[in-house]
């Protein structure tokens, strides 16, 4: 199993910034894709930013050129940069991840237990 570790959630006002950290542990394994997903409430979960192994990066639309996503691969662990947040970044942000046990054949997806952010106007 990989266990993922989330931190850095919180409140802020508009404008404000917040750093989001996850990482990832266990025995034997190999991260391929992480990313962070958010929820809000009554809404789907959507992603928000995914880089790969080697480091290419995917955005949604409303946070690009606000949010960076970035990764530490010798530490397992991926960091979400949020600056000019607004209310509607509000939600409980997850971290996932895509990772392959290597005495398994297949990767498999994992989620962490989310982390609240709330940004107040």
């Known amino acids: 199993q990989v266990q993922l570790v989330e931190s850095g959630g919180g409140s802020v006002q508009t404008g404000g910034s917040l750093r989001l950290s996850c990482a990832a542990s266990g025995s034997r394994f190999r991260v391929n894709t992480m990313g962070w997903y958010r929820q809000a409430p009554g809404k789907q979960r959507e992603l928000v930013a995914d880089?790969?192994?080697?480091?290419?990066?995917k955005y949604e639309d409303s946070v690009k050129g606000r949010f960076t996503i970035s990764r530490d691969n010798a530490e397992n662990t991926v960091y979400l940069q949020m600056n000019s947040l607004k209310p509607e970044d509000t939600a409980v942000y997850y971290c996932?991840?895509?990772?392959?046990?290597?005495?398994?054949?297949?990767?498999?997806?994992?989620w962490g237990q989310g982390t609240q952010v709330t940004v107040s106007s």
């Open positions: 996932y991840c895509n990772a392959r046990i290597l005495t398994q054949r297949r990767a498999s997806d994992y």
């Open positions: 880089i790969t192994f080697d480091l290419s990066t």
